[in-house]
């Protein structure tokens, strides 16, 4: 018997006989299915959404529990579960919630105080509801003398109408009410009673667009913060802010009493009901905690780094067993000068990452086809650079912790501090630079090595570094229901300080066995021939002390005792840490903070006055003169407040101007009450506003995105909802309109795993819910027409189109140029950082000839790469995630508006390899590698002999990201071409400056081969490999620039 091919079914197993049927191990079955939806994302989110739109529509529905504007709870309810909630767990939700309460009592609350001040500036505090509510004994109908014309009891029975109105309206939307009410009125009593009314003063239209344009100013200034997260904040205070000020044109019919009490009180009363909604959801149903999140992608990411280190150490492996064999790594072409072979690294790197965006880059880890018999194929493995991307998924996951406070009813790991988890974090992207170095290099460096002894040591080293991250992992997800996931309970322990120096030990003794033995000049013009076998042995040293500080954090995060190993070379001083740090090292502390400063507004607050002392800052610089005005003018910040600022001003203007001269220009105030409200609630622009503050955006892309997106959306999911309620039985029917809703948000909810289907969910069911609840009899007694759902998509058109043209119109500013950018001074701090490395590595030879004194420039630290590098490539991560149309979509308006520029994604993998190589270039500065036994007197002047080379090279490129940037901001044909054959003359410059480098590496290795090396000449030599690579990078991107058309793209509509 024997195993023969799987045949049909996976799992399948067969004996070597001919005519048997496959035996089938396991098949699954309906249940199997049923089970796995059940158990699925996609489940969960629906469950959730359901319940909590139902928890919404009770406040519609049940008599004793509704109130005015309770039909808004369940519209915005899909904002806050979709899109604000920024994912299902507790402290998404949680901060889904708070967010509404909190814009509403800041932003509303503002609104509300714009609207009342303009009201009481005018003169009068009536509305028109006052005086139906003052009944027969109003001064003012006291004086109607067509009481004469009319039986005493017949005006009292109208008048009397009037009164039942008003007290029976009081907990429902009066001016909703008002146009059908006075279709009852006698011709004759209607027209007299609407001249006796006080005319508005037309001051009150004038202040409440002059008041909005004031104070939204700081709100816009606000909005257009370079943090995500601040700018989706004042957004939202933005949008209550104008909508109460839009509703505030109701204040002649309702009057400020009612305005405040059934307007502003509603609003308030939707941001609670929406927040109750979603703690019920959160801690009811599907509980999922961000804390458990954090660890599950966590020991994802060193499940993939585990497996990433494994093939790397098969591959330094499988190179000795092909050394062994004969096999020749190099063959050299001698017509080829060192320029050609340069340049024709450089051209296949510009491919290689053409290709990686096209999905079809060839995996350099796998094994070559030919002479494969003695192995097993291996299973593919994520890069370095896809790893280290997905360590983004766990700072996301880290903000929405500060929001879920770690109790046992929430998350399995209680207590869990989450600033330990940022320590984990910041230690495995330590890590995965190293490792994405080493993946660069290990073949090259192996082949290197092999020519100088046995690669064992080096490969068991790897491996036994693969075999400790994957058991990290496996702790960091091992939270089963019943097993201690923390403590000293936990079956996994770490290893002790013994290990880690045995690690180094054989590190060393391989490295000075090994080194001083082997021809590092393997050939001279070849890529090869950059002295990567030392580089991937410091590699190697540095592995070890980052994977030991990793595991510090995650025995400390962990509560794991850490005896074992030196906390000295890990953990901070105590005392150095300031307030900040010691409040957010608390597990309970930071949650509560941040949602008391949510809930009561005092961070939208707190954002607004600091808005107020940059508008003061800032107007100083205006009213000065030169190049500090200059700079403030021209920074997109500032350009995207005041075009947020301009459009929303526009906006409210618009709408006030339209209820004013249109709507309430009559002499007959009844008339003018009939006509405002009726407009307001059948024309809605309401609907307007809200689409104008959400779709005016920093980028022309993602304007177009959101109001194109909207539109389409508001459009299908108002029509559903209005077929919903053609039949007049069901629609009157609270059990229908209760379950209809859940069942439709329900089923929306099974596609919210994939973030980007979020916003249009998002906007299908708040439509679907704005039209159904109220159309509902009950809520805002309207029945069943028409105008609810057209008067919601017309609004939502024409809000939609004039977001577009303010985007594109005024002061334009495209996604595709505001990466660009960011990648530019990302190229531009990356070699200014180059810069100060090689001046380093001079101090550095200098000390060690004892011609200076130690008082030089501060070391740089891995923050500075950071900060120059990682932080501006997240930002262009986030744009190409969030503004650049989605295909998936699956609607054709929605992706081919605007195509996606392809360069953009090729310039980010490149940079990202230039922060690599820049990180570790920094980190080679504290590794403490080589034995005490080397020879430390004799210093080779390395840096000394190919000083005017590098800063050759370091000029060339420095006028090759000068190009760039001309490229990158061109904006017509003829300009780029230009720009490009420029670009593509210092690229060149570039290419034989680095050639001229090379070669002089290659006559200092011919004089210096048979030296004993010290520890600074072994680090400079790595570090200045390092330097080569970096400049590679920038010769690659330029090629690429050149040769790409980076910039036409976004133009074309």
């Not at 139906?132 to 009292?156: A, C, H, M, W, Y």
């Not at 599950?296 to 062994?324: C, F, P, W, Y």
Request: charged share 20%; hydrophobic share 45%.
């Amino acid at each position: 018997m024997g195993r023969g091919e799987a045949m049909g079914e996976p799992g399948a197993i067969t004996l070597d006989k001919p005519n048997k049927k496959a035996f089938v191990l396991w098949k699954p079955t309906l249940w199997d299915y049923i089970c796995k939806f059940i158990l699925s994302e996609s489940f969960a989110w629906a469950v959730q959404n359901a319940v909590g739109v139902l928890f919404t529509v009770l406040f519609s529905v049940v008599w004793r529990m509704t109130f005015t504007l309770a039909c808004v709870s369940s519209a915005l309810y899909g904002a806050g579960a979709q899109v604000l909630s920024l994912d299902r767990t507790v402290g998404g939700r949680l901060f889904g919630g708070t967010i509404f309460v909190g814009c509403m009592l800041s932003g509303g609350v503002t609104g509300g105080a714009i609207s009342s001040l303009a009201w009481v500036a005018h003169g009068s505090s009536k509305g028109l509801y006052h005086y139906f509510e003052e009944g027969l004994e109003s001064p003012l109908l006291q004086n109607l003398t067509i009481v004469q014309d009319f039986e005493k009891e017949e005006l009292r029975t109208i008048l009397g109408q009037g009164i039942s109105f008003v007290e029976s309206t009081t907990t429902q939307t009066v001016a909703r009410e008002l146009p059908e009410f006075l279709d009852n009125f006698n011709e004759d009593i209607f027209n007299a009673l609407g001249s006796l009314f006080p005319r508005i003063n037309n001051a009150y239209w004038a202040l409440l667009i002059v008041f909005f344009a004031i104070v939204s100013l700081p709100f816009a200034v606000a909005r257009a913060h370079q943090n995500l997260k601040v700018g989706i904040l004042m957004a939202i205070a933005t949008l209550f802010m104008g909508s109460q000020v839009v509703f505030a044109t109701l204040t002649p019919v309702l009057g400020i009493r009612q305005y405040w009490t059934q307007i502003v009180s509603g609003y308030i009363k939707v941001a609670l009901v929406n927040c109750g909604a979603m703690c019920c959801t959160a801690l009811l149903f599907f509980v999922k905690s961000s804390h458990d999140s954090v660890r599950i992608q966590m020991s994802q990411v060193l499940k993939d780094t585990g497996s990433l280190l494994s093939r790397i150490a098969s591959n330094v492996n499988k190179q000795e067993l092909d050394h062994k064999g004969g096999k020749q790594f190099f063959t050299e072409d001698q017509n080829q000068t060192v320029y050609e072979v340069v340049m024709d690294e450089v051209k296949a790197l510009a491919e290689d990452s053409v290709l990686d965006e096209e999905g079809k880059q060839k995996d350099t880890n796998k094994f070559d086809e030919e002479e494969n018999v003695f192995f097993v194929p291996m299973p593919s493995v994520h890069s370095g650079f896809e790893i280290r991307g997905n360590c983004q998924a766990i700072e996301d996951s880290l903000a929405i912790c500060l929001f879920e406070t770690p109790l046992p009813e929430i998350t399995s790991h209680v207590g869990a501090r989450r600033a330990d988890f940022v320590d984990i974090l910041e230690g495995l992207r330590t890590m995965l630079s190293t490792v994405c170095c080493m993946e660069r290099i290990h073949m090259n460096a192996s082949q290197e090595l092999v020519s100088g002894g046995d690669l064992d040591p080096l490969t068991t080293v790897l491996a036994e570094l693969a075999a400790i991250v994957l058991n990290m992992s496996h702790v960091l997800s091992d939270m089963d229901l019943w097993k201690p996931c923390k403590g000293e309970k936990v079956s996994w322990k770490p290893q002790g300080k013994e290990f880690w120096n045995t690690m180094q030990q054989k590190l060393v003794k391989f490295s000075d066995q090994t080194i001083d033995t082997i021809n590092l000049k393997v050939s001279s013009k070849s890529a090869s021939s950059q002295n990567d076998a030392m580089l991937l042995v410091l590699n190697c040293y540095s592995l070890i002390q980052d994977i030991k500080g990793c595991e510090f954090q995650v025995c400390k995060a962990l509560d794991i005792s850490v005896d074992a190993i030196d906390e000295s070379e890990n953990k901070p001083e105590a005392e150095s840490r300031g307030l900040k740090e010691k409040i957010f090292s608390n597990a309970y502390l930071p949650s509560i903070i941040i949602h008391g400063l949510l809930l009561s507004g005092a961070a939208v607050y707190g954002l607004v006055i600091m808005s107020c002392i940059k508008l003061i800052k800032g107007s100083k610089l205006v009213l000065s003169s030169g190049k500090d005005r200059l700079e403030l003018l021209r920074d997109r910040h500032v350009q995207f407040a005041f075009k947020y600022w301009l459009g929303l001003s526009l906006t409210i203007m618009s709408i006030v101007l339209i209820l004013w001269k249109e709507k309430f220009s009559s002499e007959n105030q009844l008339q003018n009450a009939y006509d405002l409200t009726y407009f307001f609630f059948v024309w809605q622009p309401i609907y307007f506003w809200i689409t104008a503050a959400i779709c005016i955006q920093f980028q022309v892309e993602a304007a177009a995105f959101r109001a194109v997106l909207r539109t389409t959306m508001t459009a299908i999911g108002g029509t559903l909802g209005w077929f919903t309620m053609m039949n007049g039985r069901l629609a009157n029917n609270a059990v229908f309109i209760g379950g209809i809703t859940a069942l439709f948000n329900g089923f929306c909810a099974l596609a919210s795993p994939i973030k980007e289907f979020r916003y249009s969910l998002f906007l299908a069911t708040f439509t679907f819910n704005a039209v159904v609840v109220c159309q509902y009899f009950g809520c805002c007694d309207v029945a069943g027409e028409t105008n609810i759902y057209g008067g919601k998509v017309l609004s939502t058109l024409l809000g939609s189109v004039y977001s577009i043209l303010v985007s594109w119109c005024i002061l334009p500013y495209y996604t595709s140029t505001r990466m660009l950018d960011i990648e530019h001074d990302v190229l531009k701090d990356g070699l200014s950082l180059l810069k100060q490395l090689h001046e380093q590595n001079e101090q550095e030879v200098l000390q060690a000839k004892d011609e200076v004194t130690p008082q030089c420039k501060s070391q740089l630290s891995l923050k500075a790469v950071t900060d120059a590098v990682d932080i501006p490539i997240t930002a262009v991560h986030k744009e190409l995630e969030l503004n650049i149309v989605d295909k998936r979509q699956f609607l054709l308006l929605t992706w081919t508006l605007l195509p996606t520029p392809k360069i953009v994604p090729l310039l980010k993998g490149r940079l990202e390899a230039m922060g690599v190589f820049l990180r570790e270039a920094i980190k080679l500065n504290s590794t403490p590698l080589w034995s005490s036994e080397r020879n430390r007197n004799k210093v080779n002047s390395l840096l000394t002999e190919i000083k005017e080379d590098v800063e050759r090279a370091l000029e060339a490129s420095e006028v090759v990201v000068a190009e760039c940037k001309v490229t990158m901001d061109a904006t017509s044909r003829r300009t780029l071409n230009n720009a490009r054959v420029n670009l593509a003359s210092k690229v060149g410059a570039l290419g034989k400056a680095r050639a001229k480098l090379r070669e002089s590496f290659i006559k200092w290795d011919e004089r210096h081969r048979q030296d004993k090396w010290s520890d600074i000449e072994l680090k400079l030599l790595a570090r200045s490999q390092l330097l080569i690579y970096t400049l590679r990078e920038i010769n690659v991107i330029g090629l690429l620039l050149s040769e790409t058309e980076a910039t036409l793209d976004r133009d074309r509509w």
